[in-house]
Structure formats: C-alpha cells, structure tokens
C-alpha cells in the first residue's frame, strides 16, 4: 500500500472527527528539538547571525532573510521568490514562522528536518547560488569573527561546517514561534478572544472538512514522527473552475522529486497560522485573498462549494490564528577583512 | 573663482595645520537634524520600519537595508551593488553610518540631505526600480497597518507622500551613529585606548596629511554649510601606478552629474570611521585592503610614496575609528492584506 493511499483514508476519518468537534489545539511555547541539535542560546545567537548574512550567497546579496522576512510574515508576499542573478524561483516562499512545527520542511517535503533543509537555498543555482556548500563554508571561514560564536556554540575548536552551520541556522528557526493568537486564547478559555463571526467560521473550518488536514497545534497535520511527513493530493477533484485558473495541475509537487506517480501533485499540508501575513497563497501564490483561497481549497480538497459568506466566515477565523512574533534584537554580523575578500 | 578651486587651496591649509597637529575631534552623539525635520521617536520608528521594508522596491526584494546593512558596517561587502533584476551598480554602497554627519549625500554629493537622498535608490532603475516615486507611495498606502505610524510620526491625518516617507528615513538614518571608538576614547583623555601602533599611525595621518581632507568629527571634512558638500578631485596625482591599476579615472564622478569640467573625477570626502567593515573601498570598491587604500591616497592625493610599515600604522590607526554599533531591535513590518497586492 502506498504511503498516499495509507493517508488519505486516515484523514477522511479524521475529518469525520473533525466535523463533530475537532480536537482544538493551542501552540506550543517551545519547538521539540532533534536529540543531536538541542536548541541552546549560543546555538541560536549563531544561527540567527547566519540566517541574516547574505555572504552564504554567491553574489553576497541573499539571506535566508531574504525570502523569510521575520520582519513580517517569514516569506516575502511574492508569488514566486527571486534569488541571486534576479532568478525567479518556481514555488512561493514557506513561512519560516512556526516552521519547527512541521515534520518535513519544502512545499514537497523533500527535507526532513530544519537542519537539512537550511542547507537547500544556499547551492541552489536559482536561490542563493553557491556552487558548491563548501564554498558558502570557506566564506564563512574567512570572516574570523564568528569563530569565537563557532566555539560557543559548539565547544572549544568548534568547526565551520555545512553541518554546524545548519545546525545553527535549525536552532534559531525553532524559536521563530508565535504563540498567543485569539484561536490559543480561546481554546485556552478566554472565550472573548474570538468574536462571534470568527466563532461561526471556526465551526465552520470543522465542519465543511478542513480540519481534516489542517489539525494538529500548527494547523498543518496531525504529529507525524520526525521525517515522515503529512502529505495530500492537491487538487484532489478537478472538477471546478480553480483547477484550471490557478494552473493547480503544472507543478507535479512531490512527484518532481521522487519520479513516483503516485507522489503526483502531492504536496507537504501547511500552517495556516500567520495567514494574515503571507498573502499571495499556495505553492505557486497564484491566489491572492483568503477567502477565495478557503473557497478553493473547499472546492479541491473537500468538493464543496462554499458561499461567499462561509468563506468569510472561515477567513476571519483563519485571522485569528495570527500569533504573537516575539521581539528581536538584530544580530551583529562580523566583517570580512578586506584582504580576506574574494 | 570655481568652487573646487576655492577649496584646494584651503585643504592644503588644513593640510599643514595638521601636519603640526591636528585637530581631533570626537563624533558628537546625536546629529543634526535639519529644521523642518525634527527628529523623534515616532519618525525614527517609522524610518527603520521603511529603511528595512522591501516593498519600496519593484520587485518587493530590495530595500535600503539590502545595501545598507546596518547589521554590519552599513554597506554590503560588495565593490558594487546589485539591485532590481540582478543588475549591477555602478560605484560601491557608501556606509549609512554616521552618513548624518556628512554634508552631502552620495558619492558625487548630488544630494544635500538625507532626506533628499532616500527618494534617489528608490527610483533608480538599477536599485530599486521603481518607475515613480508616486508608486512606492502607493505600495506603502496599500498597507493600512503603517498608517497610525504615520499618523504618530506626522500627526493626526499623517499622510503618506514622498517626503514623508523620506523624512521618516532619513530621521532613523540620523540615529545610525558609532561612538565611543578607540580614537574617541583616545582623544577624550583614555590614553591606553589605541596601542603605540596605533598612536604612531595617528602621527603619521597628521604628518602625511591624510587629516587635511578627512578632518573632522567624521573625518570627512571640515564642517560646512547644509547642503554645500566638501569635495577633492581623485587622483589629483597622476604619476603613480595605482591610477591604471585601480581604474581611477574611469568614472567622472561629480561631473557625470553635473557635465561641468571643472568636476572632472571630483568626488565627496567620505567618512574614515568603521573601515573595518566597510571593504572594498573607494567609489568603484576596487581595493581590498586598508593598507592598500592608505597607499593609494598617499600617492594619488599628497603625491607621497610610503613604506609598507608606514601604510601598516596608518591603517592600524584607522582601525581604530571602529565605534560602537548601537543595539537596535528588529522592526515590525506591518502585512499587505492579500487582496491589496498588486
């Protein structure tokens, strides 16, 4: 049995739950860490340095901040991102913001976990553009400051490495958490924090099916064990106008990277936390607003045809999943000495 | 009298005054403001946010942090920039640090202020590319969240317009101030603040005559009137092999702008301060180390040719105008609500 065909059933059965009273849950305060990367402050500080510093790119212009601006939404509200050279990229840039949450990182999961997937942008030739990830670790070699930030967060003699800065990098994005959102205060009791239409649509989101896929704390699938991720057919029925009008069928999505039929427009469920923040909306950012994307989805995904006031409603309880990103201190990124320059 | 002629012969004053001593001065801890642009708290909020927001460019990727990175030594390691669709500038990107402290604006001086310099990159076509000004204006009205900004900064109905979103930045830019760098600990009094190297290269800055051209608090010249820039032909000398070697004469510099001949490879006194973290250096970065760069300034303006050591010391002193980066806090970016997106 293949591993689509075992998930789909699972989640029709939790959507069946899920249209009874879904099992609300609030986010966590801390992301679970892989046993051989626990999060420390040293680690942190380091990644978070690292995320900002634009020298892991060929052309010395592109961050992992670049396309995941935790100034905002942790993508870049592009359709598609643009990296060294003004290359387009192909799909729209995943929030980094509770990223922690998700057991497989990418649109199509092909990364199964932070650590690997920090590695992805730096040699891809259309995202930060460096040949090879030896060379994004030799620049940072060349910049002496951050070896004492090496030593800290890995021991004395602390290597620049492809693997220790990943590890870095990892550790930082699992504090990018945003907490608090009118949904947490509500499930947590505070029966204001949700106003009566965000109330409508939250009944709404279990009841027309959503909840089916978007479960779990983050919205993005129940707990899966580390690696293995909570993947879904999109678009599942075809038979809408949407298919069509937002091209939903010209990116194969999983399938791209696997070469398996069955992984055939296959895609990673994602957040819905922070939706407020990450307009334009799916893999290709082809759709703009929140309420066309709820009557989309319900269209694909669930074969129903919402109204414009049941979008509205689910829209607005979508809303009040917007967190609460925590305040940051910008890094300080040592120099590289001129005589050390390329 | 041309004005470049008016001030050769007053640098060449300078020039002895220093070479007897010269006259040290420490960077003040707030700079000037101009009087229709007081600077507070709500403009200076406002300004980070704009300074960091990438939606004032055209493709929504480049923001004046992208060249400015005042995570590290306000520019961007580059010996020219890249803006919009990968296109490559034509001189480096001149430190936004202490920028407040210069009397003109740009490698050629073309702007008289701040403010009049932060609408320049946003329609450049090669920086951020926007067409108008008017469309950045309208990018930034498009996010409803930045209007009570406006309003606490502007007052009630604040308006979002150019110069109010140019005003903004360049109030947040006027904060942007290193102090309390060995040199301006030295002079205050600290003496074990810059080592004997450093102390002998102070000497020889003086004695060369480095100081007659970047005197001052910035050491980029003598205070002059707002708006009025102090300004050297480079290379004034032409006998030496650092002039076809570092491709000196290539770029006209102020006569580009203003077709005269008389500024014929003039260009701004720039600042001396955080050369650490500013490399490669000179208009057309070039150069990649300080010592270098002392070497070139030595034969090209004062026609001096000097020994390794001496180069050494200067530079070991200029290493010592390295300040004290403030802390600042990451900027909130208020979201384009997804069905305002172009």
Known sequence: ?????????????????????????????HAPAPADNPTTPAKVELG?????????????????????????????????????????GGRNAPTVWNAAFQSVQFWD?????????????????????????DLAVDRIK????????????????????????????AAYERTLITPNSPYDRFVQGDKQALDARQQRGMQAFADVGCASCH???????????????????????????YVAQYHLLDDGGRAVQTGKAQDQNVWRVPTLRNLTYTAPYFHNGLVKSLP?????????????????????????????????????????LPPTPGDLLE
């Not at 060929?58 to 942790?74: A, D, P, Q, R, Y």
């Not at 999961?109 to 990830?133: C, D, F, T, W």
């Not at 060349?142 to 990098?169: C, H, K, L, N, W």
């Not at 006031?309 to 305040?327: K, R, T, V, Y």
Request: glycine letters at 10%; hydrophobic letters at 40%.
């Open 48 to 88: 978070k340095m690292l995320f900002f510093d634009p020298r892991l790119s060929s052309t010395g212009t592109v961050s992992c901040f670049s396309c995941h601006n935790v100034m905002e939404g942790g993508d870049d509200h592009r359709p598609t991102s643009i990296g060294v050279h003004g290359q387009l």
């Open 1 to 29: 049995m293949s591993k689509l065909a075992k998930m789909v059933p699972a989640a029709m059965i939790l959507g069946c739950a899920g249209a009874m009273g879904a099992d609300w849950q609030t986010l966590p305060l």
């Open 215 to 241: 479960a779990g704390a983050n919205f993005s699938g129940p707990p899966m064990p580390a690696g293995s991720g909570f993947f879904m057919k999109f678009p599942t029925y075809l038979d809408n106008p």
């Open 292 to 332: 066309e994307a709820v009557k989309v989805m319900a269209a694909t995904q669930l074969n129903k045809k919402l109204s414009d006031a049941q979008a509205a409603d689910i829209a607005a309880f979508l809303n009040g999943l917007d967190g609460q990103f925590p305040e940051q201190a910008m890094p300080r």
């Open 109 to 133: 999961g092909r990364a199964a976990s932070l650590e690997a997937q920090a590695k992805g942008p730096i040699v891809n030739p259309i995202e930060m553009g460096m040949p090879k990830l």
């Open 142 to 169: 060349r910049i002496p400051g951050y070896q004492p930030f090496f030593e800290r967060a890995f021991g004395q003699g602390g290597q620049v490495t492809a693997d220790t800065i990943a590890m870095s990098i």
